[in-house]
């Protein structure tokens, strides 16, 4: 039988693949040259300055945006945690009215293996994504460079960038 995975590696797992995503997040956010998507940004950002004549629009728009980013990442989050328990659940409800073989464990077993298997291979693409430095590992260095690309925009709008960080707060915990 195989080791218990232990509650350490499964945190160490999670916290790896958040900084990749979220520097992944940072290198597609922050292109040099004015994308098309940033174009839309700065047009929402001027239409809700003019309706709101200044008055927290940056805010209001940021917030909005944050929270339901952070709401819905909380809802998939729970979703697809509901859907493996229950997946395990029923397995072993199934097995334990002998509905399912201990063959048929060991096939599903397998499928799920080369399933973790094929998603490992694809992390090293993503790391390669995120190292920005291009020196193989995702330092602190590669953070600052991502960082570095985005506080422009940050510095240009921070109330949209502030209202941004509190919406994906607030819609994450409420969510």
């Known amino acids: 039988p195989?080791?218990?995975v232990t509650s350490g590696r499964i945190s160490r797992c999670r916290m790896r693949l958040l900084r990749v995503l979220l520097l992944c997040g940072c290198l597609l956010a922050s292109e040099?040259?004015?994308t098309a998507v940033e174009r839309k940004a700065e047009k929402l950002l001027q239409r809700a300055l003019?309706?709101?004549k200044g008055r927290?629009?940056?805010a209001a728009v940021g917030f909005g945006c944050g929270f339901a980013a952070g709401f819905a990442c909380k809802q998939v989050q729970a979703m697809a945690t509901k859907a493996v328990f229950a997946a395990g659940i029923l397995t072993a409800g199934a097995y334990y009215k002998g509905?399912?073989?201990d063959e048929q464990?060991?096939?599903f077993k397998s499928k799920v293996e080369g399933?973790?298997?094929d998603a490992t291979a694809m992390l090293p693409r993503f790391l390669k994504l995120a190292d920005i430095d291009g020196d193989d590992k995702i330092t602190a260095?590669?953070?600052k460079m991502a960082l570095s690309k985005v506080a422009p925009f940050a510095q240009k709008h921070a109330g949209f960038s502030g209202g941004l960080a509190g919406g994906l707060l607030a819609g994450y915990q409420i969510g």
């Open 115 to 117: 399933a973790v298997e």
């Open 99 to 101: 509905y399912l073989k």
């Open 105 to 107: 464990l060991d096939q």
């Open 32 to 34: 040099a040259e004015e």
């Open 2 to 4: 195989d080791p218990p």
């Open 50 to 52: 003019q309706i709101t």
């Open 56 to 58: 927290g629009g940056e």
């Open 141 to 143: 260095a590669d953070g």
